[in-house]
């Protein structure tokens, strides 16, 4: 019988593990982006190449969270995590192997492949770790953390090694990264007991549909950024993501042994949480988007100002973890979550209507999106596993993150489209004119306010399905030793 822990401390091997499992999901972009233009002059890569270097990873992983959730549930979190992990490691050390933009691309959808295999399962076994919401809160919190903390140390770290070593070495480092995350999962966490698994057969078609629903929807948000609402392609993709998603509802309806019951997703808990976490992928994709184009492009802001620019938000990350459990412990799992949905939607807010008068503006809506985030990113998470039988916690995690993946994706497509219908000219140039950088800002101001009233209609209709919900009991304080 597996022995459920008291504390964090108790739990400390496993959590260090699982910790190190979402800081390489994190970590792993963020330190690559900086290497981009070393990238393409070594292996003589096209721009298209270079995009789908760091794209492949992101199309991959968000199409297969979903269906690697399901076998997690059937076959095991912690053995598919194990494999995963596996992975990892080897499709890094391929790295050292690489010649040509092909075969990084290649090494960067391996990578796809195991992060969908691990970062569902890292929010699955912290949240079964506990049994105590409180507890589980924390041990979230700390994990997300410390993949923050990655996320902001990145781009930095990335320019050190890029000094002293050649650029194979910024993927090189997921290989310790997977052996110590290895060694907490096996040391820490029990296999999964047979009864906390299900066996319904495997919806095969129901995955393959999924699958590419999700993977055209990322693809879309891209070819309108790329090639502007005038070209074909990205309608096509967008009509083949919405003709996919049809299809799978259908498929998920009428099939005896569903991929995803759609019963379990409608329930209160589970899609208020899906909710709130796609209304903040909505607008922290639309904002960080928004936000870069006018410190670089209008303002004309050197990169490195221009990072500077963006601490606010990089500081709330990861300072407001301390904050996040006396908030939640306050005010209960339920309206933190709705209160944190809603913050990063004023954030929004905020920048669409001020953001033009100066940069005090865009750092309070930096700020406060930053502060909603923080706590949504997890609290809506916990509410969408509280909300599904045991052995369904890790296609809830999947859930969240997929939510989170496709709403961002929506948000740069938004945002996108505006600018490419408002803006006259090749947004990139380093000289506007004054009829150009008016068109700009009304354009930002329209992108933004767009997804703020998207965005906080899904807020809304969480809040009122939460209300439905039955009162689940108040969040208990539980001391970490």
Same mark, same amino acid.
């Given at each position: 019988?597996?022995?459920?822990?008291?504390?964090?401390?108790?739990?400390?091997?496993?959590?260090?593990?699982?910790?190190?499992?979402?800081?390489?999901?994190?970590?792993?972009?963020?330190?690559?982006?900086?290497?981009?233009?070393?990238?393409?002059?070594?292996?003589?890569?096209?721009?298209?190449?270079?995009?789908?270097?760091?794209?492949?990873?992101?199309?991959?992983? /968000?199409?297969?969270?979903?269906?690697?959730?399901?076998?997690?549930?059937?076959?095991?979190?912690?053995?598919?995590?194990?494999?995963?992990?596996?992975?990892?490691?080897? *499709?890094?050390?391929?790295?050292?192997?690489?010649?040509?933009?092909?075969?990084?691309?290649?090494?960067?959808?391996?990578?796809?492949?195991?992060?969908?295999?691990?970062?569902?399962?890292?929010?699955?076994?912290?949240?079964?770790?506990?049994? +105590?919401?409180?507890?589980?809160?924390?041990?979230?919190?700390? %994990?997300?953390?410390?993949?923050?903390?990655?996320?902001?140390?990145?781009? #930095?770290?990335?320019?050190?090694?890029?000094? %002293?070593?050649?650029?194979?070495?910024?993927?090189?480092?997921?290989?310790?990264?997977?052996?110590? *995350?290895?060694?907490?999962?096996?040391?820490?966490?029990?296999? +999964?007991?047979?009864?906390?698994?299900?066996?319904?057969?495997?919806?095969?078609?129901?995955?393959?549909?999924?699958?590419?629903?999700?993977?055209?929807?990322?693809?879309?948000?891209?070819?309108?950024?790329?090639?502007?609402?005038?070209?074909?392609?990205?309608?096509?993709?967008?009509?083949?993501?919405?003709?996919?998603?049809?299809?799978?509802?259908?498929?998920?309806?009428?099939?005896?042994?569903?991929?995803? +019951?759609?019963?379990?997703?409608?329930?209160?808990?589970?899609?208020?949480?899906? *909710?709130?976490?796609?209304?903040?992928?909505?607008?922290?994709?639309?904002?960080?988007?928004?936000?870069?184009?006018?410190?670089?492009?209008?303002?004309?802001?050197?990169?490195? &100002?221009?990072?500077?620019?963006?601490?606010?938000?990089?500081?709330? &990350?990861?300072?407001?973890?301390?904050?996040?459990?006396?908030?939640?412990?306050?005010?209960?799992?339920?309206?933190?979550?709705?209160?944190?949905?809603?913050?990063?939607?004023?954030?929004?807010?905020?920048?669409?209507?001020?953001?033009?008068?100066?940069?005090?503006?865009?750092?309070?809506?930096?700020?406060?999106?930053? *502060?909603?985030?923080?706590?949504?990113?997890?609290?809506?998470?916990?509410?969408?596993?509280? /909300?599904?039988?045991?052995?369904?916690?890790?296609? /809830?995690?999947?859930? @969240?993150?997929?939510? @989170?993946?496709?709403?961002?994706?929506?948000?740069?497509?938004?945002?996108?489209?505006?600018?490419?219908?408002?803006?006259?000219?090749?947004?990139? #140039?380093?000289?506007?004119?004054?009829?150009?950088?008016?068109?700009?800002?009304?354009?930002?101001?329209?992108?933004?306010?767009?997804?703020?009233?998207?965005?906080?209609?899904?807020? /809304?209709?969480?809040?009122?399905?939460?209300?439905?919900?039955?009162?689940?009991?108040?969040?208990? @304080?539980?001391?970490?030793?």
């Amino acid at each position: 019988m597996t022995v459920t822990p008291r504390s964090l401390r108790e739990a400390w091997v496993a959590l260090a593990g699982l910790s190190a499992v979402f800081l390489f999901e994190m970590l792993d972009n963020s330190i690559l982006n900086v290497a981009l233009p070393t990238i393409g002059r070594e292996l003589h890569a096209s721009t298209i190449a270079l995009q789908w270097a760091t794209g492949a990873y992101a199309v991959v992983f /968000g199409g297969l969270m979903l269906a690697f959730g399901a076998i997690a549930d059937r076959f095991g979190r912690r053995r598919l995590m194990l494999i995963g992990l596996a992975l990892l490691g080897i *499709a890094s050390l391929a790295t050292a192997f690489v010649t040509t933009a092909e075969q990084l691309i290649a090494v960067r959808a391996l990578m796809g492949v195991a992060a969908a295999m691990t970062t569902p399962g890292s929010a699955a076994l912290a949240f079964r770790l506990f049994s +105590d919401d409180g507890l589980r809160v924390r041990a979230m919190t700390l %994990i997300s953390t410390i993949g923050l903390v990655g996320l902001a140390i990145g781009p #930095t770290t990335g320019g050190f090694v890029l000094a %002293i070593a050649p650029w194979q070495a910024l993927l090189l480092i997921n290989v310790p990264v997977a052996v110590f *995350a290895i060694i907490g999962v096996r040391t820490g966490i029990a296999a +999964d007991e047979p009864a906390d698994l299900h066996r319904d057969p495997i919806d095969v078609l129901g995955a393959a549909l999924g699958t590419a629903t999700i993977v055209l929807a990322l693809v879309a948000p891209t070819l309108f950024v790329n090639e502007g609402t005038g070209s074909w392609a990205p309608w096509a993709i967008t009509a083949a993501a919405v003709a996919g998603a049809v299809l799978f509802v259908r498929r998920e309806r009428s099939a005896r042994y569903p991929l995803i +019951d759609l019963g379990m997703v409608g329930r209160p808990l589970v899609s208020a949480g899906l *909710a709130y976490k796609a209304a903040a992928g909505l607008a922290t994709a639309g904002l960080g988007y928004l936000v870069t184009l006018q410190l670089q492009l209008d303002w004309g802001w050197s990169p490195a &100002l221009a990072a500077i620019g963006m601490l606010p938000q990089v500081i709330v &990350l990861v300072a407001g973890g301390a904050f996040v459990n006396p908030f939640v412990e306050r005010v209960g799992l339920e309206r933190a979550a709705w209160i944190s949905a809603s913050a990063v939607v004023l954030g929004l807010a905020v920048y669409g209507l001020l953001g033009g008068y100066g940069y005090v503006w865009v750092a309070l809506a930096l700020v406060i999106e930053a *502060a909603g985030m923080r706590v949504v990113g997890v609290v809506a998470a916990v509410n969408v596993m509280r /909300g599904l039988p045991q052995n369904r916690t890790t296609i /809830g995690a999947a859930l @969240t993150d997929t939510a @989170t993946e496709v709403a961002s994706g929506v948000g740069l497509a938004v945002t996108g489209t505006i600018l490419a219908a408002m803006f006259a000219g090749d947004i990139a #140039t380093s000289h506007w004119s004054p009829q150009q950088t008016t068109q700009f800002h009304h354009a930002v101001t329209l992108g933004g306010l767009v997804l703020t009233v998207v965005a906080g209609a899904l807020v /809304g209709w969480a809040t009122l399905r939460t209300r439905s919900a039955v009162e689940a009991p108040p969040v208990k @304080t539980s001391a970490v030793r």
